[in-house]
């Protein structure tokens, strides 16, 4: 079954740890996405990559960062920097763009929790 | 930066009920999209509508679109418990930028 898999499901770490989160996809896409949601805001976007080796800041990039060193694969690291990183992280991919009519397929999450 | 606006917030109708859901945006656009999400899982993509088009099925749900207003609403029809859940817009405008998504409208269906 192709689809995008999200790993850990739940993740827990001492505040000024880096946390990288998962993200692998084999529906072929080349665009990948990492957003934000905390509840009661909706989806932020964090980074976001359209093709391998290049990757664009999103609108809350701070204290985040990202690879893209294979098409199927995109990971997050979740820096010290982040002032307030406990929240729940969704990956997606597409073909293209959201101006191209590229509907995204999410994952199922990451729940980060730092203390 | 986030463009669809939801509204309401959140909406519990009876099973059976019909439920709408609007979405305003502020800026043109390609494209705008519908998203379910049932609590602690990913998005799962619902429908499609192009700016040239005014409304569309699929199912049980029917979206329209007015691109004058600046508006989208979802309307599922004949609801059940199951489709309990947060739905979203998100707005799609340029080439490859990504989706704007709006904050979502959480529904509840008691049976």
């Known amino acids: 079954d192709g689809g995008i898999t999200q790993s850990p499901k739940y993740l827990f770490r001492k505040e000024g740890q880096n946390v990288t989160l998962s993200c692998e996809q084999n529906l072929n896409h080349d665009a990948m996405y990492w957003y934000r949601q905390d509840p009661g805001q909706g989806l932020r976007l964090i980074y976001y990559?359209?093709?391998?080796?290049?990757?664009q800041k999103g609108d809350i990039a701070e204290g985040y960062s990202v690879s893209r060193e294979k098409k199927e694969s995109f990971p997050l690291t979740v820096t010290s920097a982040q002032k307030n990183p406990t929240a729940f992280y969704l990956c997606?991919?597409?073909?293209?763009?959201?101006?191209?009519?590229?509907?995204?397929?999410f994952g199922n999450g990451t729940r980060l929790t730092v203390t | 930066s986030q463009q669809g606006e939801e509204d309401p917030q959140a909406l519990s109708i009876q099973e059976g009920e019909n439920a709408t859901m609007n979405c305003s945006y502020k800026t043109s656009i390609n494209n705008l999209q519908w998203y379910r999400q049932n609590s602690g899982r990913g998005l799962v993509h619902l429908i499609l509508?192009?700016?040239?088009?005014r409304e569309k099925h699929s199912g049980r749900l029917r979206v329209t679109l007015d691109t004058s207003k600046k508006s989208s609403s979802l309307l599922i029809t004949a609801s059940r418990a199951a489709d309990t859940a947060s739905y979203f817009c998100a707005t799609g405008n340029s080439g490859n930028t990504p989706l704007v998504f709006g904050k979502g409208t959480r529904l509840s269906v008691i049976a």
């Open positions: 509508i192009r700016s040239n088009e």
């Open positions: 997606a991919s597409s073909i293209g763009g959201g101006g191209l009519d590229s509907p995204l397929h």
């Open positions: 990559s359209q093709i391998v080796n290049d990757f």
